[in-house]
Nanobody, 129 residues
Framework: QVQLVDSGGGSVQAGGSLRLSCAAS????????MGWFRQAPGKEREAVAL????????YYADSVKGRFTISQDNAKNTVYLQMNSLKPEDAAIYYC??????????????????????WGQGTQVTVSS
């Protein structure tokens, strides 16, 4: 059974940085998509950044390109999201997600909520102006 434990949220002022971590256990697949979604009050859960484990391709939402970086540590089965230049509109609960996939060369992980069956418990990110 896959378990995802996400952590690293907190409160920062606008312009600050945070790093989120998501540790995965129980995975037996060699390739899968893993990353972060976020959900603000009254809004839909949206993809923020995803990485293809086993291939390396990444996906970023337009709103975070150039500010957020997703990375992986295979030895620790952990994915990180480095968030810089945070804005008040980045405030949300951030959820780690993972799903086995086989992505063709040049492709990227799906960015819709229903494409992922495995979720972390969520970590709160608060950004004050």
């Amino acid at each position: 059974q896959v378990q995802l434990v996400d952590s690293g949220g907190g409160s920062v002022q606008a312009g600050g940085s945070l790093r989120l971590s998501c540790a995965a256990s129980g995975y037996t697949y060699s390739t899968y998509c893993m990353g972060w979604f976020r959900q603000a009050p009254g809004k839909e859960r949206e993809a923020v950044a995803l990485i293809y484990i086993g291939g390396g391709s990444t996906y970023y939402a337009d709103s975070v390109k150039g500010r957020f970086t997703i990375s992986q540590d295979n030895a620790k089965n952990t994915v990180y999201l480095q968030m810089n230049s945070l804005k008040p509109e980045d405030a949300a609960i951030y959820y780690c997600a993972a799903q086995p996939y086989s992505i063709p060369y040049g492709g990227s992980c799906p960015g819709t909520r229903d494409a992922y069956a495995n979720w972390g418990q969520g970590t709160q990110v608060t950004v004050s102006s």
